[in-house]
Each structure stands twice: as C-alpha cells, then as structure tokens.
C-alpha cells in the first residue's frame, strides 16, 4: 500500500512529537512474560499504580508505532530500551497533568480531537500516511477514505496482505489520535500556567537593550589558579554551615547506589589464535587458486564480509581492505592480516575492478501473465516492437504503468542482502550501456529494462574478503568461568571482593549513583540481572556470577552504599562543599590584593592575564578563553559601563577581573514591543515551567519499580 511508505520519513518527526514535555521532569531484555495472578506493579504516580500488564501494553502500542513509522520489523536491545523510558516519561507526565488538570476541570472533548484533525496543523498529523503528496499537508479526506475503507473491509475476502496493512495503519491512527488527546489537555494546562505571567513596556525596552548593546572589553585577571589549595584553610564547621545554608541543593530525589565490579572479558588464548591462522592460511591458498563460485567459498569460510557479485564502491568494503586495495594488482591476494579496529584476520582477492556509472537513470515495463509462458511470450512481443521504434511510454502506459525513468545509485543497494532475482535485475541495470534494452526474465515476471542516463563515473570493484573475527574457544570461556568462579565462591562479601580482586588479577571498576531506572552496569549489554540484584542487596553485599555482554564477559557486583531518598549526607557532599569554599576564599583574598588597582597595575600583577572580550552583553555571557570560564559578572557590568572607564576589581567565577570598555555597538535590530514582550514571557514561562513542574513531580510521589520486569 502506497501509505505505508509515505510514512516512513516520518518517523523522527513522530519521536520529537510524542515526547512532548509539559516540564523538564527530574526523572532489557525483551519483556518477560508474566506470571498468573502476580501482583507486582511496575510504578505509582499519585497513588495510582500501574501494573506490569498495562505498562506491557503502553510498550507495545509504543514501540508497535515506532516499528510502523521508521518501517521496522522489529527494535534492537537500545531501541527498546529507549522506548521503554519514553512510555514511562510520557506516563508520568500525562498522569501529573491528568491530575491537576481533573481539579481544574479542564477536558478534552471528542469534538475539539476533530476540530485538530479538520485543521491538520498538528505536526504529528504530518507523520501520518494521510498527506496530500502535492501540498504536502495533512488531508483529512484522506483520512475519512481510509476509514470507510477499514470498517466496510470483510476481512475474510481480502488478502492477508492488505487486511494487515490496513490494520497497522489503523492501529497507528489510533495511537496518534490519543496521542493529539493527551498534547491538547497539557497544551491547555500549560496555558494556564504561561498566561498568568505577563511582560510590559519597561521589561520590553530593557530586555531590547540587553540584547543589542554590545561592549568591547579590555580585560586583565588574577586568576584563581594562581593560589594553592593546600594554603586555603576551609574548617568542619564553615562547611557544615554551608552544608545547612544550601541544603535544599543537596535533595536526593530517587534513591541510588553506589557499586563497583570485576568485569571479566573473556578474550581468544593464544592457541586460539593459532587455531585461526592456520583455518586463514588454508582459505588465502584457496584464494590464490580458481575459485568457480566466490559467493559461496565465502559464506562457508566464515566471513563476516559476504561477497556479492556485483561491482561495488570503495565505501562499501572494509575500511582496512580499502586501505591496502591500491597496493594490490587485479587477481594478488592479500593477506593474512590482523586488523586491530575490528580484532580480526582477513585476507582478500581483487577479482576487478572498472570505471563505471553510479547514478544510472532507467525506465521499465513489467510484464506479467496467466503462465510463465504467457508472460514470456507477450514480453517478447513488447520487446519486439519497442526495438522497433515503438514509444516506451505509451506501450507503459497500454499495461498499466508509467513507464517514467527513475534513479538507482548504490546507495540503494550497497549493503543490503542481494541474491537471486534482485541480483539480476541490479546487474541487468548497472551493466547494461545506455539507450539500449534488455528482456529481463525473473521467477514471477518479464522485466523490460532500458538505461536512458548515466552519470558520476567512479571506480568500482570486485572484492572476496575473508574477515574472521578473532574469537575464543569454549575451552578458553570455561576456564575463564571456573577461575572466576572459584575467586567468586571464596570473595561473597563487598569487603572481600575489594581487598582480594587486584592480587587475583581482577579490575575494579566503580560506578556512583546507580538507579533502577538504568539499563545497564558498566555500559555492559545483558546485564540487567545484575542490575535487579543490586536493587535487591544490602551494602555490603557481594553477588553471584553473572555471566553477560555478548556471552563473553563475568561479572560481580558489590554494594558500597545505599543512598536513600532525602537529603544526601555531609559525609558525601562536604569534598564538593569545602572546593566551593576553597574557590570563595581565594575569590576573596586575589579581591583584597586587586582593591584600588588599575588595569595596567593588576595586568603587572605577578600570575595575570590579559586579553580582549568583544560583543558582551548582559543576555550573553561572557566567555573569557584565558581562564577557561564563563563569567556573568562581566555581562553585569556591561550593562553600566561606560567607554574608557575601567571598573572596580570584581570577583568571578574563575578570577578576579578590572575591565575597561573601549567600545560599545548596537545590533541592527528593531524594537518591535510586543516581540520583545513574548520573549521576556518566555524566558519567564520557562524558568517557572520547569520549577512548578519539579514541584509536581515531587508531591506526586512517583514510584519506578520498572526494574523488577525488564
């Protein structure tokens, strides 16, 4: 069905749109089927739960419309894990708004949902396959079609084929109708909250004037650096004071642990190594001889390079191939080789190599019939009279085609699976020299093919690679499981695990602040049990083998901290607390020295620096490159300085600075009021949105258990 392809392109379109956020909320494996009758929910928002069963649909209904719009049969390990955290963002932010938005008695009726899709502005209704392809906007007469379509379809006459492309497309209506449901109430609710701000006049001029006047600065700074650490005094007490005074900041919203872990990777001995060079050896031999069929001998040597018999770009090959292929005469082997990027032995054959056309333009009749000989025989007729003269176009026409000339580069090909017939018909067009035809017989059809242009000339090749990865052996992974096993058995405590792995011959590796909302330790694949384990210890436990990764890494994790929900101990802040003091004090001495000093005299100073910030502004920080630091001090002043005038010492995030203006310009920009009215709103809607919605968040209570199933 022609929109099932419309709809393809659409697909990031479809991610940006549903992962509409109200607010910037703080926030495995393939699902596992459920027991019967188990009572475990997979997260609470509000007090309502929702359970394993109905996030398992969310996820499907999901994932089903990402696999539909980006034309997908199925998600990898990633993919799916990134749905998954979509659902339950999108979740809880639906759930926060349904609730405010019930107190409110705001509601979104049936009759606004189709006053939206009248309109068809919504930018999700773009990634639908209802687009008119000549406006390029959504059509909703094309959507009414296809309904009418769908409910007077008796599936019991119409192909399987057509019966479930219809149904995908309709299951992926609904989706986006309740998807333009849920955006309308949290587009009504965010009105609320934006048309309760207001800008006026005096906030318009002075945010035009930030934004315009810009200030050239001459500026010299005693930077931070140029004090010691060890020579500031921080005491307990100034950072406990601290610690009281911004507490707030120091909120843990979620709980999370601390862990470290032995990450075994089990790598090829070298006896196994030594078994593959030989089985290398073995094939480039075989290479260097006549070799009747090179598509096969490929396949079974195990390559993970396939070869297909067509003329192929550079860029389609193994970088380290191409690499080596210059210094290679048609029909040498070379090799073996070890690639250390991709850990393999390879060798290779040039079989060829030409000059040809990658843009090929080509036209084509398909010709079908009751029989194969049927099909055979009308194709011949065709073929006849087009050699003779006959308009290709028009004879297209007469069966039911266009017959219009389309594009195929390699790009359309390379790297895809081609054998069989697709392989003769791509071969058919890249051989075939222009203005000529060619009466193409496949399996189900005649293939009529004229090549009417081509054009970027390039090399193309022939190549046999035989790329074998250099792997262990299952001797090799079982010894490598029975050493770690028994270090595992004799190390089950945190404690343990730490004191002994070094003098085993085991990496520690340490990961901070781990939450159950993560899908992975150590960026390991497959390590999602672990994960629930870690959920599930005490600290200072230590866990069993895990075996993970792509079945060639051992794992054990230990738990050194547990760290609640609340307010994050001194005891885990004070390092970061004392170098925030640290940076305050030297701000204050490097201050005291700067007091009364000029430009020039601060610039004289021993450890200064100097240079020229340009176009600062009071919206735009200022970015001074000789300290390395951002400094909103500066953009302050800006705003009152004046030409010639050098300022007072002031303290920055980085350093101390005199700054001295010698040039102020303005933009070429117009005041226009009401623009800059809607911008200060905005800034102002933004930083409240983000601040209320962290406030609902909170109240809400959320509950993720999500690690418990996946």
């Known amino acids: 069905m022609a929109a099932l392809q419309k709809i393809r392109s659409k697909g990031p379109l479809l991610i940006g749109v549903i992962a509409l956020g109200l607010f910037a909320f703080i926030a495995g494996d393939a699902w596992k089927v459920i027991a019967p009758r188990q009572s475990q929910d997979v997260g609470e928002v509000n007090g309502k739960k929702i359970s394993a069963q109905d996030f398992q649909t969310l996820f499907e209904e999901y994932s089903d419309a990402v696999k539909f719009s980006q034309g997908l049969s199925a998600l990898t390990d990633e993919q799916n894990d990134a749905v998954k955290d979509q659902v339950w963002q999108a979740y809880v932010n639906n759930q926060l708004i349904e609730n405010e938005a019930q107190k409110l008695g705001l509601t979104v009726s049936d009759e606004e949902v189709q006053d939206i899709i009248n309109q068809g502005t919504a930018p999700i209704l773009a990634s639908t396959p209802f687009v008119n392809q000549t406006t390029g906007a959504f059509d909703k007469d094309m959507l009414n079609m296809f309904l009418v379509n769908y409910s007077s379809m008796n599936a019991s006459t119409a192909s399987p084929e057509l019966a479930q492309q219809y149904q995908q497309i309709y299951r992926y209506w609904t989706f986006i109708e309740k998807t333009l449901r849920q955006n309308r109430l949290a587009e009504k609710y965010q ?139 048609t029909g040498e082997v070379f090799g073996p080789y070890y690639n250390s990027a991709d850990n393999t032995l390879n060798s290779f054959k040039k079989l060829e190599v030409v000059n040809m056309a990658d843009s090929i333009q080509f036209r084509q009749i398909q010709v079908t019939g009751e029989t194969q000989a049927r099909a055979q025989q009308l194709a011949d007729s065709i073929f006849t009279a087009l050699k003779g003269g006959a308009n290709f176009a028009e004879l297209a026409q007469k069966y039911g085609q266009t017959g219009e000339p389309v594009w195929i ?16 018909y791509i071969n058919a067009i890249t051989t075939l020299p222009q203005n000529q035809l060619t009466n193409l017989n496949l399996s189900q059809a005649n293939v009529i093919l004229e090549v009417v242009g081509k054009k970027n000339v390039q090399p193309k090749y022939k190549v046999a690679v035989v790329k074998r990865p250099v792997e262990f052996s299952k001797e090799t992974y079982n010894k490598a499981y029975n050493d770690f096993s028994e270090f595992v058995a004799a190390n089950n405590t945190y404690e343990k695990m730490v004191a002994n792995a070094e003098d085993a011959g085991y990496r520690l590796y340490t990961q901070g602040e781990v939450q159950n909302s993560d899908h992975t330790i150590g960026s390991i694949r497959n390590t999602k049990d672990a ?27 230990g738990v050194a901290r547990i760290n609640k929900v609340g307010y994050r101990p001194l005891a885990l802040v004070q390092d970061e607390i004392k170098r925030e003091l640290i940076r305050e004090k030297k701000g204050e001495q490097l201050l005291a020295k700067a007091a009364g000093a000029s430009l020039d005299q601060l610039k004289a100073m021993e450890g200064a620096v100097s240079d020229t910030i340009k176009r600062v502004s009071f919206s735009t920080p200022a970015y001074v490159a000789a300290v390395g630091a951002s400094e909103t001090v500066l953009s302050a002043d800006a705003a009152v300085a004046k030409t010639g005038v050098a300022s007072a010492p002031l303290k920055g995030n980085a350093a101390v600075y005199v700054v001295q203006p010698y040039a102020q310009n303005k933009t070429n920009d117009n005041y226009d009021a009401l623009v800059e009215k809607v911008m200060v709103q905005n800034n102002m809607v933004n930083i409240a949105r983000q601040a209320f919605g962290n406030d609902l968040y909170l109240k809400a209570n959320v509950k993720d258990s999500r690690y418990l199933f996946f």
Do not use: H
């Open 191 to 329: 009105a609320l909250l934006t048309k309760s701000l207001l800008s006026n006049s005096v906030e318009a001029e002075k945010n035009f004037e930030a934004r315009t006047t810009q200030t050239d600065f001459l500026m010299a700074a005693l930077p931070y650096s140029t004090l010691l650490d060890s020579a500031i005094v921080v005491t307990d007490a100034e950072i406990k004071a601290r610690y009281e005074k911004n507490k707030e900041q120091y909120r843990q919203l979620v709980e999370t642990r601390d862990v470290r872990y032995i990450d075994v990777q089990v790598v090829a001995s070298d006896a196994d190594r030594a078994a593959l060079e030989t089985e290398m050896e073995e094939y480039t031999d075989q290479l260097k001889g006549e070799v009747a069929d090179y598509t096969t001998f490929i396949r079974q040597s195990g390559s993970e390079q396939s070869f297909v018999d067509l003329y192929y770009t550079a860029k389609a090959l193994p970088s380290d191939v191409v690499a080596r292929l210059d210094s290679v005469k």
């Open 409 to 424: 580069t390699s790009a359309n090909y390379e790297g895809a699976q081609v054998d069989g017939d697709n392989l003769r």
């Open 531 to 557: 994960l629930k384990w870690v959920f599930e210890a005490k600290a200072g436990d230590a866990s069993s083998l895990y075996e993970c990764g792509e079945s060639d890494r051992l794992m054990q994790v």
